[in-house]
């Protein structure tokens, strides 16, 4: 896998780069929007894009709009502040996911692997003896299918489409609001979380207290 990092802290691309090369992938530093604009002209094969959104020559958000945007490579945002609108931003003009410094190398692996993953349309995630099916809505342990009623289901994916991300107590309330249109209580989420552990049986689910839940790639 080749990934192309543009970056301009030199402490944060050497660390990643003995990282990514002892992982068997092959990692490409440059510092700026003119030396990634000259890299990308060269049209090498890149697997995924880690973008500084702060670089010394302008704007991460502008070159992913002005320059890569178009050429379809996914691309996941690096960023030191952690104010919901930049994030947004990024999300909305088509970057595949955002990673807020200072991150670990193992979270931005797994990232990378889940970002190629949907690139190439496999779709299936598999946690342990547990998989479930992006596309198909299909959560299986060791093979076999786990029942799931529709509400559990949704759960479930809003989950998975958050992995390694703590998806909040006031988002599921907020989505569960959103599928149904009938309000409900905190406890609510609680009962639902633990009909969900009961039928998965396998210990996937993270509960960071009092704020919500979370899936890892392992």
């Not at 349309?121 to 342990?141: G, H, N, P, R």
């Not at 609510?188 to 009092?210: Q, S």
């Amino acid at each position: 896998m080749h990934i192309l990092l543009v970056e301009d802290n030199p402490s944060i691309a050497k660390g990643l780069k003995y990282s990514f090369e002892k992982n068997s992938y092959k990692l490409t530093w440059v510092t700026s929007i003119k030396e990634a604009k000259e890299f990308l002209e060269n049209k090498e094969n890149i697997d995924v894009i880690l973008l500084d959104v702060a670089l010394p020559d302008g704007n991460g958000f502008e070159l992913f709009e002005n320059s890569i945007k178009e050429l379809k490579i996914p691309t996941i945002f690096l960023t030191a502040k952690e104010e919901e609108d930049d994030i947004v931003k990024g999300l909305n003009m088509g970057a595949e996911d955002y990673i807020t410094k200072p991150f670990s190398t193992k979270e931005l692996l797994a990232r990378i692997n889940r970002v190629v993953l949907r690139s190439k349309k496999q779709s299936t995630i598999q946690i342990k003896d547990v998989s479930f099916d992006m596309d198909k809505l299909i959560l299986q342990k060791n093979g076999k299918n786990i029942e799931l009623t529709s509400l559990e289901l949704k759960i479930v994916h809003l989950l998975f489409s958050n992995i390694n991300k703590v998806v909040s107590r006031n988002t599921i309330l907020d989505k569960i609001w959103e599928w149904t249109g009938n309000d409900v209580d905190d406890h609510t989420i609680t009962v639902y979380l633990k009909r969900i552990r009961e039928k998965i049986g396998t210990d996937i689910i993270t509960t960071i207290k009092g704020i919500g839940y979370r899936i890892d790639e392992k």
